[in-house]
Every structure is written in structure tokens, then in C-alpha cells.
């Protein structure tokens, strides 16, 4: 680096996820539209459990937890995203990408801890139904809390602290619609071979090690209902498909992308949709679709919002 035509990077530019314009349109109404979808679902979930006592069980308030996390999922990324999709030049200012990260490592480190909680609460409800409400205590649900954003939070700073002094000299061209870390710390202009592994590393390490967790907690649970009765296992299979549905599709992108024979550049660039767009919205649906009494209550909750409108 010579020091003369030195300039410090204050932006970037992202490419984007298509030049084409037929492109650009679908993309910008199937994202408005998932992005307004779940952020009504997930607020729905998150007002129908904190408002009706019915619901006021350790299962609920971790659903109802996990659907305010995926608000924060939609709308780190897609909002922005939804804004710049016509735009010729989709910029970002240096902070605005650091806070981006910031939030998208917070978000996923609070929601993998929260699907083990979820985990952990049915393998309790199934396996030792009568010591559920003493096991699964107040106490127990806020320590999972207070773990799931303690954890989100030592990973999300590890990963600035890597990068957060890092040399940015031009080019500063992302080709992707956020500030996605890897291809961030490619642009510094320093020899970031080891950064990138350890970066990668960290966040790969964490959510391979968390994968491996659920995976086993779920066979774990199937196994102990089959050595009771082959008919409990399917009544507990209706219950869990729902969950282990979520986890596949939290971690199904990841997979798919880290085991694909040649990595190419728009798959990851579409999964990436997959995972800002299209998982927050799935979450509310998928847990409530076989879910009798939630979907009693989230129309008790709709009908009392649509009378209030009419009253006031
Ligand atoms: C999250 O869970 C806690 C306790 O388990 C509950 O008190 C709180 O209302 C939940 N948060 C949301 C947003 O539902």
C-alpha cells in the first residue's frame, strides 16, 4: 500500500441480486410482500401470547420470543434491500454496515439458543410430562432468555472485534444485497486469509455444534417415546414436526450451500434471500397451522383489535 492516493472507504456499494429487470420487479413484490406478511405474523404471535392467559405457558413464551426475534430477522436486511431494489446505486454508509452485522450475528445466536430451549421444552413435556411445570419453571424459561442473548451477543461482538479496525482502502463493491461479514472483510485492504478463517470458523463452529445439539435432542426425544408406545410416537411426531420443520429451515440454506460440490456465487446470494425473506414468515405459520389453540386465540385477538377499531 502506498501511502499517496490513500483513500478511506465512508461507503458501499452493494451489486445487488440481478441487473435484469423482470428480476428485480418479482423480487421487489414477493419480498414486500413477506417482509409486511411476517412482520404481521410474528406481531400477531407475539400480542396473542402475551395477552391471553391461556398461553401463558413456558411453550408459548418461547414461541412467542422466537416470533419477536424473527421480527428483528425481517427486518435487518429486507427492508433495505426492498428499498434499494430499483435503485442504479445501492449504498451503504461504513456504520450502517457494521451495524448490519452487528444485528444479523445478535439475531442468530439468540434464535439458534432458542430453538434448543424449544427442543429442551417439548423433550420435557414429552418424556416427563408429570415434572414439566417444576422443570420447565419461570426461572428456567428467563435463564434460557437471558442465555440465548448473552450468547447472540459474545458471538456478535467476537466477530467485530475481528474486523472493526480493519483498513479499508477501495474497492468497496459488495456483491451481495447486505453486509454480508466474509465478503466484507475481503474488501480490507490487508491480508485477511486468517480473518476470513476465523471468522467463517466461529460462525460455522457455533452453528454446526447447535445443529448437532437439535438433531440429537429430536432423536433422543422420538427414541424415548418409541420405547414407551409405537402410537405415542406418532401423536409426539405431529407435535415436533413443526419444530424440527423450523430447524431445517434455519439451517437447511447453510447446509445446502456448505456441501454444494461448486459453491457458486448467486446461489448463496439467493439463499440469502431465503433467509432474510422467507423463514421469518414461515416461522408463524408453520407453528400455528396444526395448532388448534393458538389459532382459537390469535382470532379472539383479531376480533378484539377489529371491535376496538370500530369503537375508537
Ligand atoms: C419471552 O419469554 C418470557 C418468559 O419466558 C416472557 O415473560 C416474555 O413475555 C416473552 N417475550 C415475548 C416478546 O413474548
Redesign the pocket.
Given at each position: 500500500m502506498d501511502g499517496a492516493n490513500h483513500s478511506v472507504v465512508s461507503e458501499f456499494v452493494f451489486l445487488g441480486l440481478s441487473n435484469s429487470w423482470e428480476i428485480q420487479l418479482v423480487l421487489f413484490v414477493f419480498s414486500s410482500m413477506f417482509y409486511v406478511a411476517s412482520m404481521m405474523g410474528n406481531s400477531l404471535i407475539?400480542l396473542t401470547?402475551?395477552s391471553d392467559p391461556h398461553l401463558h405457558s413456558?411453550m408459548y413464551?418461547?414461541l412467542?420470543?422466537l416470533?419477536?426475534i424473527d421480527l428483528g430477522v425481517s427486518s435487518v436486511t429486507s427492508p433495505k434491500m426492498i428499498y434499494d431494489v430499483f435503485r442504479k446505486r445501492k449504498v451503504i454508509s461504513f456504520g450502517g454496515c457494521i451495524v448490519q452485522i452487528f444485528f444479523i450475528h445478535v439475531i442468530g445466536g439468540v434464535e439458534m439458543v432458542l430453538l434448543i430451549a424449544m427442543a429442551f421444552d417439548r423433550y420435557v413435556a414429552i418424556c416427563k410430562p408429570l415434572h414439566y411445570l417444576t422443570i420447565m419453571s419461570?426461572r428456567m424459561?428467563?435463564s434460557?432468555?437471558v442465555s440465548a442473548w448473552v450468547v447472540g451477543l459474545i458471538h456478535s461482538v467476537v466477530q467485530l472485534a475481528f474486523v472493526v479496525n480493519l483498513p479499508f482502502c477501495g474497492p468497496n463493491v459488495l456483491d451481495s444485497f447486505y453486509c454480508d461479514l466474509p465478503r466484507f472483510i475481503k474488501l480490507a485492504c490487508t491480508d485477511t486469509y486468517w480473518l476470513e478463517f476465523m471468522v467463517t470458523a466461529n460462525s460455522g463452529f457455533i452453528s454446526a455444534g447447535f445443529f448437532f445439539i437439535l438433531i440429537i435432542s429430536y432423536i433422543v426425544i422420538m427414541v424415548s417415546v418409541q420405547k414407551h408406545s409405537s402410537a405415542g410416537l406418532s401423536k409426539a411426531l405431529s407435535t415436533l414436526s413443526a419444530h424440527i420443520t423450523v430447524v431445517v429451515l434455519f439451517f437447511g440454506p447453510w447446509i445446502f450451500f456448505c456441501t454444494w460440490p461448486s459453491p457458486s456465487i448467486h446461489l448463496d446470494k439467493f439463499l440469502g434471500i431465503f433467509d432474510a425473506v422467507l423463514t421469518p414468515f414461515l416461522n408463524p405459520i408453520i407453528y400455528t397451522f396444526r395448532n388448534q389453540e393458538m389459532k382459537v386465540a390469535m382470532r379472539r385477538v383479531c376480533n378484539q383489535l377489529i371491535s376496538y377499531r370500530k369503537i375508537s
Open positions: 407475539v401470547v402475551t413456558p413464551f418461547l412467542a420470543n416470533s419477536f419461570p424459561c428467563i434460557f432468555l
